[in-house]
């Protein structure tokens, strides 16, 4: 058994159908990626599985429970953490700020009416976020705006707020899309550095072929909503099957 | 101590001091003098001043936070108006249960509206809070006359029941609001020289439960609570996905910036004990929006500062009429004096309106973060002057404080 399981999902928007009875199996302390072409259905089902689409018919477990019907804040406090395409942080807020929050959500839930109590006193929080943003090498920024950094910068700060939160899972949505070759270079050295310094269960969603083989144990080829393939790097690299949906019938 | 550290408890101090010597400060001028006019230092401005800075203190928790523009908040002001007053008719004339009430029934009547208008957002949001507040204009106007009425006004008669109280004085006259036996009318004033100084009960209540509101916001800009709100304003999708609901923290920002309007609400009527439909209508709202964003919204003063500058506007400029500018410009020949007083008639007197708007129009284009954001342009102005030089400010960016100011 994965920590998240997916079976026979399908989604239909009108007459499209973008997912098509996908099964899908992450096991626990591995880098699943998800690859396919454009359209094949990669955001529809990361979208099933954070709670922002409910799936047509099949089941989405994680750690034993069912995520369907759940709304995001509730899918990601039972542990599924998500990066996202172009990094979402609090731009308002500083750096030290931002990684606080996830830690207060973490120990407070979903709400808390911790109106009366003053931060600079949650001592315990502040060195849990001092000692993520020292992993990541940001501790000397953390009093900066974090709307001002660059790009680089904000895909690791959004990546400390995820993996102070200690997710059981942590699913990133083409994290290099639009980066410059260097940058992307510095994304993967980033995650391979974050894997080597813990246990943790990824899955990535990726175009990048490149991004793919250096991190994934695992990979599920997505096309026209269904999979193709599931297997290790090695073998869908040469996979007929994987060159075809990629580079069309003729190659 | 208390939940602040020392940059804060000097800021509060400072506000205490402002605030407990406003009768000396907004009087600089001697009674009697040409200047005299613009003095603000009487007992009925300065309450208003403390009053609308409580009430604009509160709505920058809901805007300046997590920047949802309400635009129906003078509805829980008026609420709580007329819950005061209701409590000085059935009850007794003691302030202190009339401003509880008012504070607990704006906070019923904004969870109510809360709870509907923050199924949206944005420019929804505020049409929302518009509707819902100009209902409760138009109720209290019209329809409910039995508990509002209409629009004469909510005012004491000499038939109220008054449990705790007399209906009437020894007399025959209405009994007046006290705070236990204290008039809120009463005041001492004290002469030196040619000023005139007012002492006034009602306006040191209001000052000292301004203070108390400004500490509550203060304590709550500096919670973990804080934080969250400015999240809901920065990223509600990466808040959602942090594993928060952003729903409760706004309706709880949303409920507590009701309650300060039903406080605020309930001072006004505890100084003056009427309350009229008026006090609802979407210009009294608006009011209170220009307030926070001329003062800055975010900020911990601005509101304050916006509240008593858009005060001190309608109450003196408004006064200004041609006689006093006639007065002002008699020194010049009288084709002059005429020519000046045309000019300058537009932007006072019933026109002050007018220098309001260009001078908000001012702020807005050339310093958004409000007079707060002014003042810290000055301030950064003189440390330049003494900073070494070389300093490159894009290569290094200024730090920002670890919560907002």
Request: include cysteine; charge should be neutral; proline fraction near 4%.
């Amino acid at each position: 058994m994965g920590i998240l399981e997916v079976k026979g999902v399908n989604k239909r928007f009108g007459g499209l159908q973008a997912l098509g009875d996908v099964n899908l199996s992450v096991q626990e302390n591995t880098v699943h990626a998800i690859i396919g072409p454009n359209g094949a259905g990669k955001s529809t089902l990361l979208n099933c599985l954070v709670g922002k689409l409910i799936p047509d018919t099949g089941s989405v477990m994680f750690d034993g429970q069912s995520v369907l019907g759940r709304k995001p804040h509730e899918i990601n406090q039972m542990g599924i953490s998500r990066v996202f395409q172009t990094p979402e942080i609090f731009g308002d807020l500083t750096v030290l700020e931002n990684v606080l929050i996830p830690c207060f959500a973490r120990r407070d839930g979903a709400f808390r009416m911790h109106a009366f109590e003053t931060v600079a006193n949650e001592a315990e929080m502040i060195e849990k976020a001092m000692t993520m943003l020292e992993d990541v090498n940001m501790a000397d920024k953390r009093h900066m705006h974090s709307a001002s950094m660059s790009r680089g910068d904000k895909r690791r700060l959004e990546m400390a707020m995820c993996l102070v939160q200690e997710p059981k899972l942590l699913l990133l949505d083409e994290p290099t899309a639009g980066m410059a070759r260097a940058d992307t270079n510095n994304t993967i050295d980033l995650l391979k550095e974050i894997k080597a310094k813990r246990d943790i269960t990824m899955a990535i969603i990726e175009h990048d072929m490149h991004v793919v083989f250096s991190l994934a144990d695992r990979i599920t080829v997505l096309a026209q909503g269904t999979p193709l393939v599931e297997d290790t790097p090695e073998n869908i690299k040469g996979h007929p099957k994987v060159r075809e949906a990629y580079l069309g019938e003729s190659a | 101590m208390l939940g602040l550290d020392k940059k804060d408890w000097t800021l509060l101090l400072i506000v205490a001091v402002l605030a407990l010597a406003a009768p000396f400060i907004l009087n600089p001028f001697p009674a009697g003098s040409e200047l005299a006019q613009f003095n603000a230092g009487y007992p009925d401005l300065m309450q208003r001043f403390a009053i609308f800075g409580i009430f604009a203190i509160g709505f920058n928790i809901l805007f300046g936070l997590t920047g949802y523009l309400s635009f129906g908040h003078a509805a829980f002001l008026g609420v709580g108006s007329y819950s005061a007053v209701w409590m000085f008719k059935l009850l007794s004339m003691n302030v202190v249960p009339a401003i509880l009430l008012s504070m607990v029934v704006a906070a019923l009547f904004s969870l109510l509206i809360g709870f509907v208008s923050l199924r949206r957002s944005g420019i929804y949001f505020s049409i929302l809070t518009l509707a819902f507040a100009q209902m409760s204009f138009n109720l209290a106007y019209s329809v409910l006359t039995p508990i509002t009425n209409g629009e004469t006004g909510l005012q004491l008669t000499l038939d109220d029941p008054r449990i705790l109280g007399a209906s009437a004085t020894a007399d025959g006259s209405i009994p007046v609001t006290n705070l236990f036996g204290l008039e809120m009318r009463s005041t001492f004033e004290l002469e030196i020289g040619a000023w005139l100084f007012q002492f006034n009960a009602g306006y040191y209540l209001c000052a000292v439960i301004m203070l108390l509101a400004f500490y509550a916001a203060m304590r709550i800009f500096r919670s973990p609570f804080g934080i969250m709100l400015r999240a809901v304003k920065s990223n509600q999708q990466r808040m959602t996905y942090t594993g928060l609901n952003p729903r409760p923290y706004t309706l709880a920002a949303f409920v507590i910036s009701g309650m300060y309007a039903g406080l605020a609400g309930g001072l006004m009527a505890s100084m003056d004990p009427l309350a009229g439909a008026e006090r609802m209508q979407w210009t009294a709202s608006g009011e209170v929006v220009l307030m926070t964003i001329l003062g800055g919204a975010g900020t911990l003063l601005g509101p304050v500062l916006g509240a008593g500058f858009i005060k001190y506007f309608e109450n003196i400029f408004s006064k200004i009429n041609d006689n006093v500018l006639h007065g002002w410009f008699s020194f010049l020949p009288d084709g002059l004096e005429d020519l000046l007083v045309s000019i300058v008639h537009p932007f006072v007197g019933k026109g002050w309106h007018l220098t309001l708007g260009i001078l908000f129009m001012l702020v807005v284009i050339f310093l958004p973060g409000g007079l707060i954001e002014g003042g810290q342009r000055i301030v950064r102005l003189f440390r330049k002057k003494k900073a070494p030089r070389g300093e490159d400010a894009d290569h290094h960016p200024k730090e920002t404080p670890h919560v907002a100011e």
